[in-house]
């Protein structure tokens, strides 16, 4: 599948974002700031939970199509606006950094959307999931984040770009699918 869509929905991979986040992690915990990573891991354990539930278990609303919460769409959410406003300088063109990687994670979502790997419904929870980490703890973290040595905050997005260019699909889903039927073989039948 070529264009745009593709493109966009390779950024919000975990064989991306993960790779993004640990950088932006490691600084945020090396300066004690432990809010947004913190928040980050939660809202991945939750999407990773609602897929095992489903995956597993069948547990899901099948009246709007939700099967899990979109991981690209958590992760882009989360990750890409603390990653852009970083690389901003300070004042209202860091916001527009922060605003921007609010947009481009929007577009990653719809990505999701356009290439059938998900429903309106599992995307918005997704992104309700990542902008949900930011309000929490974004700012904050792209505040410590901008106080980065450039050299980091580059790296940041040169890995970034580096992994959605040359792209291999992370192994999640089926890993994530794997555990679940573990799971459901080993719980009690009166679950």
Known sequence: ????????TRLGDSSVMLRTGIVIVAWLLLTREWRWPAWLIAAMMLTVASKILYLGFGIGIAAIGF???SGHSQMASAILPVLLAGLAPVGKTARAGFVAGMVLALLVG???????????????GGLALGYGVCLLAGQRAATRWREAPWWLRLAALLVTVWYAVHFVPAPTQ???????QA?????????
């Open 1 to 8: 599948m070529t264009g745009l869509w593709p493109l966009l």
């Open 67 to 69: 099967r899990g919460f």
């Open 174 to 180: 089926g890993l994530i699918g794997r555990i679940a």
């Open 110 to 124: 719809v990505s999701r959307i356009e290439v059938l790997a998900h429903t309106p419904s599992e995307v918005i």
């Open 183 to 191: 799971l459901a073989r080993g719980l009690p039948a009166t679950l």
